[in-house]
Every structure is written in structure tokens, then in C-alpha cells.
């Protein structure tokens, strides 16, 4: 983060009747090496999470994102949600839910226009703080996203009481 070595990466999905037409973006971090090349998120993600740096990784996500946002035109927002993902040790930072509001706010970004993605593991594991956080972002407009869904505890017992508005089926049941 300080040497200035991360970036976002956009994934876009696309309509099955309409390839051509963009429906869903999915800002992801990645990171120049010390010698330019690209390092996979899993040789920096991991180390992030054992030294409790996620919280500092998804507010440079979040800033970063929501500033590239706000600077593209407003034509450019029409019908296409953005997603962010979003670690368990930030949804358990008390701080970091108002963070992201603030953020949100003073990016001028609309809030609808906004989806954050959270792992199934995580959010069942912290579910009364990964519930706390969906509520209330939620009231501002933004939308949720279950990902990895199937990959840990799988019920879908517990969606009845967790407000998401997609689930993102892991790829071991679509394979």
C-alpha cells in the first residue's frame, strides 16, 4: 500500500441474451512485484489477513474504487452495478462500517450503483457484525452479494435472516 504497488482490475459480467451488455463489474486488487510483474492475490492476500492488514487493504479498495467511480461520466453508471469485496476481518472492525459510509458519501458515488461481496465463510462466521454491516449499508441503497456460496456452510436456512440480494454460486457446483 505505501510503496503505491496496488491497483484494481475490473472482471465484467455480461447478460447470457446480450453479450455485448454489461450488467456487473467486479473491482478486484491486484499488485505489482518489486520487479513490475503481477503477484496473484493468492501470494498477498493470505500474508494480509495472518498480519490483520485486510482492514487497511479494503479501505484502499474502497477509496480507490469510489474515486475512479466518481471520476467517469454519469452515462457511464447506467444499469451496471459495481462490486466490492469485502474481508471478514473488515466486516469485524467496528470502525469500518462508518468508514464506508463516509467514503460513500463525500465520493459522491451513487449508493445503488454499489454492490459489496462478502464470502459465505465469512459472513456466517461473523454473522451478527456481517449483519449489522449489510442492514445498514443497505439503508443507503447498496446491494449485497453471498459469494463463494456452497464452498463453506452451505444452508440456506440462515438467508432467510441475512438480507443478501445475490449469491454467488462457487464454482465446485457449477463444475
Not at 11 to 36: N, S, T
Not at 88 to 106: K, V
Not at 142 to 166: E, I, Q, R, T, W
Request: proline content about 4%; overall charge negative.
Amino acid at each position: 500500500i505505501e510503496d503505491g504497488r496496488l491497483f484494481l482490475l475490473c472482471e465484467e459480467v455480461v447478460r447470457v441474451d446480450a453479450p455485448d451488455q454489461v450488467v456487473y463489474r467486479e473491482l478486484l486488487v491486484r499488485m505489482r512485484g518489486e520487479d513490475g510483474k503481477l503477484v496473484k492475490p493468492a501470494h498477498f492476500v493470505p500474508a494480509a489477513e495472518r498480519y490483520f492488514l485486510m482492514s487497511a487493504l479494503d479501505r484502499w479498495v474502497a477509496r480507490e474504487a469510489f474515486g475512479q467511480l466518481a471520476r467517469l461520466p454519469a452515462d457511464a453508471h447506467r444499469g451496471i452495478l459495481y462490486a466490492i469485496n469485502i474481508s471478514g476481518q473488515s466486516i469485524s472492525d467496528p470502525e469500518f462500517r462508518d468508514f464506508m459510509i463516509a467514503e460513500i458519501e463525500a465520493s459522491g458515488v451513487d449508493p445503488t450503483r454499489l454492490c459489496f461481496e462478502l464470502t459465505e465463510t465469512a459472513a456466517i462466521s461473523r454473522l451478527t457484525d456481517a449483519s449489522r454491516f449489510v442492514s445498514r449499508l443497505t439503508e443507503l441503497g447498496c446491494k449485497f452479494a453471498l459469494d463463494d456460496f456452497g464452498a463453506g456452510m452451505s444452508s440456506f436456512g440462515y438467508l432467510k435472516n441475512f438480507p443478501v440480494h445475490f449469491l454467488k454460486i462457487d464454482g465446485s457446483f457449477v463444475r
